[in-house]
């Protein structure tokens, strides 16, 4: 909750969000970090981050990404 947030960025997500698309929260951040995140701001369908099993950074995230949604997505 006390995370420094671009607003313009989270305006932009919840239009999105709105608008229909599904959101996933991508991060190398741990899992639990990025769970907090996605509760907070309540936009997110799904969260990939890291956890005791591996570290989601770089081509370790992509990967993840491809297994869960394909690879027709917009990474921003």
Do not use: C, M, W
């Not at 997500?13 to 309540?42: C, F, M, P, W, Y």
């Amino acid at each position: 909750e006390q995370l420094p947030y671009r607003e313009s960025f989270v305006k932009y997500l919840r239009e999105e969000k709105k608008n229909g698309r599904r959101l996933i929260l991508a991060t190398a951040a741990h899992k639990s970090i990025a769970d907090s995140v996605a509760q907070h701001l309540g936009l997110f369908d799904n969260v990939l981050a890291t956890d005791t099993s591996e570290n989601l950074k770089g081509k370790k995230k992509l990967e993840a990404i491809l297994n869960s949604i394909g690879n027709n997505f917009v990474y921003a």
